[in-house]
Every structure is written in C-alpha cells, then in structure tokens.
C-alpha cells in the first residue's frame, strides 16, 4: 500500500511524547524534539550515558503496553522489528500517534527535513521514501535563504 503523508506544523510544546528505545537512534529524536518543548520521555532497558545526559526523563525498564498512557505520540527506536510492531499495535488501540524508527509501513506520521529561522519554517518531506533527498533538498533552501538575507541586510 502506498502511503501517503499530510505534511502538517502541529503545536507538540507542553505535550508527552514517549521515546521507547535508549541508543543513538533515540538520541537523534531527543535531540530534534528537544527544540519544540515537549516533555520527552524514555523507556528502554538500556539506556546510553548521552541520552541519560540529554536531561529527559528516563525509565530503565521493559516496555509495556500500560507505558502509553497519556501521551501525544511516540517514537519506536528500538530496532527489534517484532517489538515495534507490538508497538505500533498498541499505540493505534491507545490513541497515540506512532512513528518507528525507519519503518515508514507502520508509521502513522514522519519528520519532515526542518529548517527554521525565528518564526520561518521549512519542512521538506519525501512520503518516507527518500530521506537523504528531502535533507539535501532542505539543505539547498536552506542556504538560499540565508544567502537571501545576507543580501538584504
């Protein structure tokens, strides 16, 4: 099945979003999220120091189903095919959005290539079907607007 992917702006500040996973893919989520002023939150049984020093909430345990509740969206960065489609199983029956980690067949949302500057947003997305094009192609408007407004100042 085809997917296809409404490119929104959604308010997540202030909201739960739940990171299920503790390595270096986990940490590149925390990393983008972190910016919106969400409330992240991790669950995984292990946890690298980098996303212990990110300064979210870690809970150093197996993921359960009951973890759920009470968040906007999560993200699977588990990389264990079988748990993440548990995952994402779960996550629909408990009304949370869901996004695994490099699995856009599970996906009820992607990330777009972000660029912002002050209240200017960019977002490029490919339809999870070619991420390194949609990041070059940010890349690319990016550097125009800000040659843009080097030339106007």
Same mark, same amino acid.
Do not use: K, P, V
């Given at each position: 099945?085809?997917?296809n992917f409404l490119p929104i702006s959604i308010d997540i500040s202030c909201s739960k979003i739940l990171i299920i996973g503790g390595g270096?893919?986990?940490l590149k989520k925390i990393k983008i999220l972190q910016r919106s002023g969400a409330n992240l939150e991790v669950v995984a049984e292990n946890i690298i120091d980098e996303v212990y020093?990110?300064?979210v909430v870690c809970y150093r345990k197996s993921y359960e189903k009951s973890d759920l509740i009470g968040y906007l969206m999560l993200y699977s960065c588990t990389n264990n095919e079988t !748990?993440?489609?548990q $995952?994402?199983?779960d996550g629909r029956e408990a009304g949370v959005l869901v996004n695994i980690h490099d699995n856009p067949?599970?996906?009820q949302f992607v990330s777009p290539?972000?660029?912002q500057d002050g209240n200017i947003s960019v977002a490029v997305s490919s339809n999870a079907e070619n991420v390194y094009e949609a990041i070059r !192609?940010?890349?690319? $408007?990016?550097e125009y607007l800000e040659n843009l407004k080097n030339t106007q100042v």
């Open positions: 099945m085809e997917r270096q893919s986990a020093a990110s300064g !748990l993440d489609r $995952i994402a199983q067949a599970l996906c290539a972000i660029y !192609l940010r890349n690319l $408007i990016q």
